[in-house]
């Protein structure tokens, strides 16, 4: 079939309900000139049902059609031209694309705009009745064409393959050019812009970058069939935007403006929905694709239309889905729209309109707006008392208001820290983060990073209010607080309340002040202001903190003073009510309170605890009460070491004197007991020190001590500590404290442990028994007394009370601190003495050392008494010698020798021994190195075996410590041991210890790895066995020999036989007797003596008296010895029971001639007569060197 509209022929008329069953039949139509409307015709069309019901879903398209007023050239797509166009436009079906609100632009993009009808198509541009533009294309020749293609925003276009003219009703012309591939698409909103890149390039741009993808596609055809107005900035435009947020004069670059993060929300704002077009709008507020965001449209009697103030051009670009209005300044969807957007900021928008801040927030900025949400401005004005609009009244100081809730910067939360920034009040905000959130002010953002063109707006649930200028001090002054002001003087809280740091303070008015004077037992509001206790009922009225009206109500928060304060949804506590709220000052609030308000009493605190029940009783059968509560005058405060129910109960059942509790609060004495409980002042646990504590008992005092394991008074731990109340502090107990007022060595003496007492006295022990330090003490009976006279050898007490390690004894029955019996566990106890005690319990009975306790917990102001049958004695040195196998043959060699007894308790007098103790190894090392004693055995028959252990022996206990250099007397006279104190340890003889301060109840041990001989023989003795035989007659020559056999110790420079016999020629004599003879020989030999013990360790250079009156030698330590005078020693460190012999070569002259007496002996005549002249003379015929 050819198409008839292309052939030129004349189809004949048929009615629309014919034509559309014939059509329905496959039958083909001619056309012909119809008396129908279009709409008419297209509705008798089977091929046009989507095209009917898209005209009767826009009935302004239709209703043009079909009312036969002008002419219409229509393309007309078929429903298979429809269908096909589905995925083009993102409609998922028919259904959606009838949906689609650019339906109309579509509809109105087929009706071609023409003065008539047009019949055949011609090629050109045609205008549509959307006023986008087609183009017809006909091919071959245009009075018979091959084809004919309408085409829109698609290349291809549409292909007509009919047509069909139609005679309306008032005889116009229609024709409807039928298409059944696609229908016309008119360019959507981006793809306009985007033609014109010599204006919207940058726009473009934008728009192509990954953040406004979404942007772009509402912008395209696949946008849902949305209508909006694109109001697209121009490139200068965006100039005029980049050369404002240039830095230094340098513009930013469009790298630079597509990376700005709030391009996006910029452009969002452009996007507005509906079509805007001059002439065609009315004002009123447009939504925009940013957020809640709206553009403000207003038009003028010009017929110019402006958005946000910024003129559109008066002929915009038509796309398939809107407008294209160019504007030459960008639109900034300000903070002011943003919090306009907010129905949570009305009141904030209100505020600024009021106070004439909306121009400077629209301005460039940027800002960050803190912006109060309604409910926070209704809060402000309840806390100010005022109403809306008497605040929007003070114009002034609701815009300094309102600028304090503004940064001239912009802070998103993510770049917020803690810090201070200035708004534009000039005040500082305070910021900082908890959690990740911001924080204004102490003000949580609930809604944050709202961002605009030019800032970003945060939504805070408080007014910020500005700082304020008063402290509380100066507040309370302002106010007329003169009571207060006196109290806060008084109990030194002045300088709390003037620093910075912010509080919360109950103000009590004057009246209230006066009000309390009989509450609190005085007579005048001068006897309050005295009391103990008014500043902690000040701090009562304090608290950390800004604590705003809304937080005191219905809660609960702890005081200055350490007690809670509650008041309830009145704001009321007990018959105290606020009266006022919310006095701010620089570093606080003060609320004003119609009373004084008292915290808990001590009684109060005791009555609503149940155990402390019987202690309330006893106090108000003492008549104490009264120092319990708030009515004494002058308001003690008390630390109250409490005893609960379990304790009275526990003095009830071990007291047989106590019948029950009726008893027990009929005692005389419970006064003093109580208060014996009771210190002055409050004392919290951490500031107890250790020691004695006066109470309000007239003598008796408590005895703190400080264990790890926390404080203990008179030994009995606290079971709960700090329990406050306003007028002092209780400390938990599950004891009655007794009253004691008698030492250890008092109470001793009151139980009539006499022996002890004296043996103490004896010992000089008593002093520190009487003392402040706290002890316990196993002290032994009399009759534990006598029986100990036999086992330690005497033959009576007196004789025990005189024994020299009594001392040591007495030392091994106290441990430190106090311990009770039932306290004592299991194991090893330290003794005072050094030594351990071993404790056995079992079926509830406590043994030491094997000794019952048959009397114990004997209480003392400085520990306990515990007393025994018998006299403990500490491991003597025997005993620690036997318990050790080092000392093994020690043993041995003590009981070959028989001196087992003197290192036992059955040693009469008691002597104490420090023991230099050798190893059963340094036993077999001297076998070993002596041919002479051939093997253990005939070490132990060696007759000098005695003198050779104890020279081991020093008398007295010398611990490690307390050892001195030189020489120490021993148990073998005449010969010492030398201890020297390298930094390495003591050694003895040389010989390092290999242990020390072994201890035994008579003694100490030290142990050593060698077997030390002793030296008997005097220096004269022993330089004969040396065959120094000319220096020993030298000796008697000079009268000498006695003094260097006694016991004194001396250092001997010793010249041998051949240096005497040199000396004899040397000195111009014939023989060693005329050398003896000398007159000067005696003051030659004692030359050669020092008066005390130098062995060559001892050396340090220098010069050494002699026992010549005025000649002193030099000695000096060098390279494997020593030299005095120069002469180097031949045999060195020759030991002797009474000093050390040193061999040498010469005899030694010495000088006794002066510097002046030697120059002149030299012929130095000139020289002396010049020291004389330059008298010099007796300077140098001095002593000094």
Aim: charged share 15%; aromatic share 4%; with cysteine.
């Amino acid at each position: 079939l050819t198409n008839p509209s292309l052939t030129g022929s004349s189809p004949s008329p048929i009615a629309g309900a014919s034509m559309r069953g014939l059509a329905a039949a496959g039958v083909c139509l001619p056309l012909c000139l119809a008396q129908n409307s279009i709409f008419t015709t297209i509705e008798a069309s089977a091929d046009h049902t989507i095209l009917e019901s898209a005209l009767n879903q826009v009935p302004a398209v239709k209703d043009a059609l079909a009312d036969d007023q002008g002419e219409f050239t229509v393309v007309a797509p078929t429903d298979a031209a429809f269908t096909a166009a589905l995925p083009e436009l993102g409609s998922a079906d028919t259904a959606a694309l009838l949906a689609r609100a650019d339906l109309g632009h579509i509809l109105r993009y087929h009706v071609l705009k023409t003065d008539g009808r047009l019949n055949p198509l011609e090629s050109g541009v045609m205008t549509t009745l959307l006023g986008m533009p087609v183009t017809v294309n006909v091919q071959g020749d245009p009075a018979s064409p091959t084809a004919v293609q309408v085409v829109g925003s698609t290349a291809a276009g549409v292909t007509i393959s009919s047509s069909q003219e139609i005679q309306g009703a008032g005889g116009q012309e229609h024709v409807l050019h039928i298409c059944t591939d696609r229908i016309l698409l008119p360019n959507p909103i981006y793809e306009v812009a985007a033609a014109d890149q010599a204006t919207f390039s940058t726009l473009q741009a934008a728009l192509d970058s990954g953040a406004l993808s979404d942007v772009k596609a509402m912008l395209g055809l696949q946008n849902g069939g949305a209508v909006q107005t694109l109001f697209a900035p121009t490139n200068a435009a965006f100039d005029a935007y980049m050369e404002s947020r240039g830095e230094e004069g340098t513009p930013m670059t469009t790298a630079e403006l597509l990376a700005v993060p709030e391009l996006a929300t910029i452009v969002r704002y452009h996007v507005a929905t509906g079509e805007v077009k001059p002439g065609e709008v009315s004002a009123g507020d447009r939504q925009t694709l940013y957020a809640d965001g709206n553009v403000t449209v207003t038009t003028a009697q010009s017929s110019e239309v402006f958005v946000d103030g910024v003129a559109l051009a008066t002929s915009p670009s038509q796309a398939g889905n809107g407008v294209v209005n160019a504007i030459d300044k960008l639109l900034m969807p300000n903070v002011v729209e943003v919090a306009k957007s907010s129905r949570n900021t009305t009141a904030l928008v209100e505020a600024l309109g009021s106070a004439e801040l909306v121009d400077t927030l629209t301005g460039p900025g940027p800002f960050t707006v803190f912006a109060p949400t309604n409910a926070a401005f209704e809060a402000y004005l309840t806390k100010m008392a005022m109403t809306f609009d008497e605040l929007r009244a003070d114009k002034e100081g609701l815009a300094q208001l309102l600028k304090h809730h503004v940064v001239p910067s912009e802070i998103m939360v993510a770049d917020a820290s803690a810090s201070a920034v200035e708004s534009l009040a000039g005040e500082d905000l305070s910021l900082g983060k908890d959690s990740g959130a911001l924080l204004v002010d102490g003000v949580m953002v609930s809604a944050a990073d709202m961002e605009s063109g030019n800032g970003v707006v945060h939504t805070v649930g408080a007014v910020l209010e500005l700082p304020l200028t008063l402290n509380i001090v100066e507040l309370a002054t302002a106010g007329g607080f003169t009571h207060l002001l006196s109290a806060v003087d008084e109990s030194g809280l002045r300088p709390v309340l003037e620093a910075t740091e912010p509080h919360t303070v109950f103000a009590p008015t004057d009246e209230a002040f006066e009000s309390a004077v009989a509450a609190l037992g005085e007579d005048d509001l001068a006897g309050v202001l005295a009391r103990a206790d008014l500043p902690e009922i000040l701090e009562y009225h304090v608290v950390s903190g800004y604590l705003l009206a809304g937080s005191v109500v219905n809660n609960t928060f702890a005081s200055v003073q350490g007690t809670n304060l509650t008041f309830d949804a009145a704001m009321m506590m007990g018959g105290a009510a606020v009266t006022r709220a919310n006095l701010m000052a620089t570093n606080g609030v003060m609320h004003v309170v119609n009373q004084v308000l008292l915290p808990p009493s001590l009684a109060d605190v005791l009555a609503a605890d149940e155990e402390f029940g019987s202690f309330l009783s006893a106090i108000a059968a003492a008549n104490l009460t009264e120092m319990f509560g708030w009515t004494k005058k002058g308001g003690a405060m008390h630390t109250v070491f409490a005893p609960t129910n379990a304790a009275f109960q526990a003095l009830i059942d071990g007291d047989d004197s106590i019948a029950d509790m009726e008893a027990l609060l009929a005692m005389p004495n419970l006064a003093e007991i109580l208060k014996f409980h009771l210190v002055a002042g409050k004392v919290m646990a951490a500031n107890l020190m250790a020691g004695e504590v006066d109470t309000l008992h007239p003598t008796a005092q408590l005895m703190v001590a400080l264990p790890e394991s926390g404080p203990t008074i008179n030994g009995r731990a606290l079971e709960e500590t700090d329990i406050l109340a306003g007028n002092g502090v209780i400390h938990k107990m599950d004891t009655v404290l007794m009253p004691v007022t008698r030492t250890i060595g008092e109470a001793a003496a009151q139980e009539g442990l006499t022996h002890f007492v004296a043996a103490l006295e004896m010992a000089e022990l008593l002093a520190l028994l009487n003392g402040t330090d706290q002890y316990t003490v196993f002290a032994p009976s009399n009759a534990a007394f006598q029986a100990v006279v036999d086992a330690l050898g005497e033959e009576d007490l007196a004789s025990v009370l005189a024994r020299a390690d009594l001392r040591e004894i007495l030392k091994y029955h106290v441990i430190s601190g106090q311990t009770p019996a039932e306290d004592l566990v299991a194991g090893e106890v330290q003794s005072e003495q050094g030594a351990s005690i071993e404790v056995e319990a079992a079926d509830g009975e406590k043994m030491v050392n094997g000794a019952e306790i048959f009397d114990a917990d004997i209480q003392a102001t400085n520990g306990l008494v515990h007393t025994l049958g018998q006299v403990m004695l500490p491991p003597s040195l025997m005993d620690v010698l036997s318990a050790d196998e080092e000392f093994s043959f020690l043993v041995s060699a003590l009981a070959a020798a028989n001196l087992t007894e003197m290192f036992e308790w059955a040693n009469t007098g008691g002597a104490l021994y420090t023991v230099f103790a050798p190893t059963s190894a340094a036993f077999l090392a001297m076998v070993d190195a002596d041919n002479e004693i051939a093997d253990s055995d005939a070490l132990l028959a060696l007759p000098d075996l005695a003198e050779i252990l104890t020279y081991h022996v020093v008398p007295g206990k010398v611990m490690a410590a307390n050892l001195t250099a030189g020489s120490v007397d021993t148990l073998t006279p005449p010969a010492q041991l030398t201890v020297a104190l390298p930094e390495s340890g003591a050694t003895i003889n040389g010989n390092a210890l290999a242990a020390q301060d072994i201890m035994a109840g008579n003694g100490v041990i030290h142990k050593i790895d060698a077997v030390l001989r002793p030296v008997t023989r005097t220096i004269v003795e022993k330089a004969a066995e040396e065959g120094l035989t000319h220096f020993v007659s030298a000796l008697e020559a000079a009268n000498l020999t006695d003094l260097l056999n006694g016991t004194d110790q001396y250092t001997v420079f010793a010249p041998n036989n051949s240096a005497f016999e040199a000396a004899v020629a040397a000195l111009g004599e014939d023989v060693l007797a005329g050398l003896m003879d000398r007159p000067d020989f005696p003051e030659i030999l004692k030359y050669h003596v020092v008066p005390m013990k130098v062995t060559v360790a001892d050396l340090d250079g220098g010069q050494i008296a002699t026992l010549h009156p005025t000649a002193r030698i030099t000695v000096a330590a060098v390279e494997g010895g020593g030299s005095v005078d120069g002469e180097m020693f031949t045999a060195m460190n020759i030991a002797a029971g009474n000093g050390v012999i040193h061999k040498i070569e010469r005899v030694l002259m010495p000088v006794t001639m002066t510097v002046v007496e030697v120059a002149a002996e030299e012929g130095l005549t000139h020289f002396v007569s010049a020291l004389d002249a330059a008298n010099l003379t007796d300077l140098l015929n001095g002593t000094d060197q």
